[in-house]
């Protein structure tokens, strides 16, 4: 069982920059795909990114894509979110979650079958 702990989170003014990490525990880390996920107050759960297990690739919803970056370090069994140019509408609950993926990249939602507590973000105007 793997278990996934989300920090970093905060409030920072639009423009600014933040950087979340997600700390993993169990066994096998290097094996699964890990992916990003944020959630609004009163909107759906949105997937904004992804990366395989070696960090080699990466997909990045359109919503943030040239802004945040992923990666990963399967030595210290750490995942990263480095999210720059950050917008209001960039404030929620930051996931990341994990699982078994082994088809065409990217992934898509389906197989993240570990998630963290999520860590929350707010981006002043």
């Known amino acids: 069982q793997v278990q996934l702990v989300e920090s970093g989170g905060g409030l920072v003014q639009a423009g600014g920059s933040l950087r979340l990490s997600c700390a993993a525990s169990g066994r096998a880390f290097g094996s699964y795909v890990m992916g990003w996920f944020r959630q609004a107050p009163g909107k759906e759960r949105e997937y904004i990114g992804a990366?395989?297990?070696?960090?080699?690739?990466?997909y990045y919803a359109d919503s943030v894509k040239g802004r945040f970056t992923i990666s990963r370090d399967n030595v210290k069994n750490m995942v990263y979110l480095q999210m720059n140019s950050l917008k209001s509408e960039d404030t929620a609950v930051y996931y990341c979650?994990?699982?078994?993926?082994?088809?065409?990249?990217?992934?898509?939602?389906?197989?993240?079958?570990?998630w963290g507590q999520g860590t929350q973000v707010t981006v002043s105007s």
């Open positions: 990366i395989n297990w070696n960090g080699g690739r990466t």
């Open positions: 979650a994990g699982g078994r993926y082994g088809g065409d990249w990217p992934p898509g939602a389906y197989p993240y079958s570990f």
